[in-house]
Nanobody, 119 residues
Framework: QVQLVESGGGLVQAGGSLRLSCAASGSIDSIYAMGWYRQAPGKQRELVGSITSGGTTNYVESVKGRFTISRDNTKNTVYLQMNSLKPEDTAVYYC?????????????WGQGTQVAVSS
């Protein structure tokens, strides 16, 4: 069984920073890609950014230059460093991983962590 556990959310003022972490555990063969999504109230879940096993990253336009995704393959952990936060970044942030477990490839989700940015 695979679990993704997120941490690091909270309340911050506009212009501040937060760092989210997501650790994958369980019967994992390989992690191909990890990423972060977010869902604001009344809106659809959107991809914030992702990172491949080789370190290639991509970001949604609205966070480019402010957010950075990184990963520690030895710890099966992905990070999201969020700087210059804006009120519109307020959302529940979900970790996502495309990984192989027991020779099957599936997508897994974390439980979500709340990020609130006050103006």
């Amino acid at each position: 069984q695979v679990q993704l556990v997120e941490s690091g959310g909270g309340l911050v003022q506009a212009g501040g920073s937060l760092r989210l972490s997501c650790a994958a555990s369980g019967s994992i063969d390989s992690i191909y890609a990890m990423g972060w999504y977010r869902q604001a109230p009344g809106k659809q879940r959107e991809l914030v950014g992702s990172i491949t096993s080789g370190g290639t990253t991509n970001y949604v336009e609205s966070v480019k230059g402010r957010f950075t995704i990184s990963r520690d393959n030895t710890k099966n952990t992905v990070y999201l460093q969020m700087n210059s936060l804006k009120p519109e970044d307020t959302a529940v942030y979900y970790c996502n991983a495309l990984l192989g477990s027991y020779r099957y490839t599936n997508t897994y989700w974390g439980q979500g962590t709340q990020v609130a940015v006050s103006s």
